[in-house]
């Protein structure tokens, strides 16, 4: 199944649209969520914007780039996946923290199994940008979605410099 990091965002909240090469225990976040999706995903799409040219640089060489606008994310995933065109295909974005390889392996399994058209994770009931889509998104009915909701401690969007700490003092508990 094709795989799409989106990493094309401003990165307002946070000063810093490279979210993605944020560094957690000596990794990147995409670097992290490619090691936890490398045994289902293949090819890896990386979807930049003139705002993430560091981002691009850096994994120009290990995955496929795929330029878009900048108009906002849900215009550029539109058409990232018209452009791909191929089914199923999932997509998260760069700035997703994810505890372990389970809360991976559990969402594609029941997204696999669900029967719907996409399947999208919420942390916390909120939509997080990780999706697999069945089907290309206009062909889906309201009634062909389903949601995998995540606890804060399975998975984090990292928007702010809070949110980056709070994983970093997260996993310094775990640690001690």
Known sequence: MPLVIMSGGTGSRMNMPDKGLLMIRGETLIGRNLKFLEEVAKPVYLAVTPNTEITEKYYSEKLEIIKTSGN??????GKVLKKINTYPIMVIPGDIYF???????SFISFAKKSGKGIVSMLI?????????FFSPPDDV???EF???????KQAY??????DFFLILNRLKKQKN
């Open 72 to 77: 906002g994310y849900s215009e550029d995933l």
């Open 157 to 162: 969007n990292v928007n702010t410099v809070e």
């Open 99 to 105: 505890s372990d390889q389970e809360v991976v392996n």
């Open 146 to 152: 389903q949601s995998f909701d995540v606890s804060e």
């Open 141 to 143: 009915k309201s009634e």
């Open 124 to 132: 916390e009931g909120l939509f997080c940008g990780v999706s697999i």
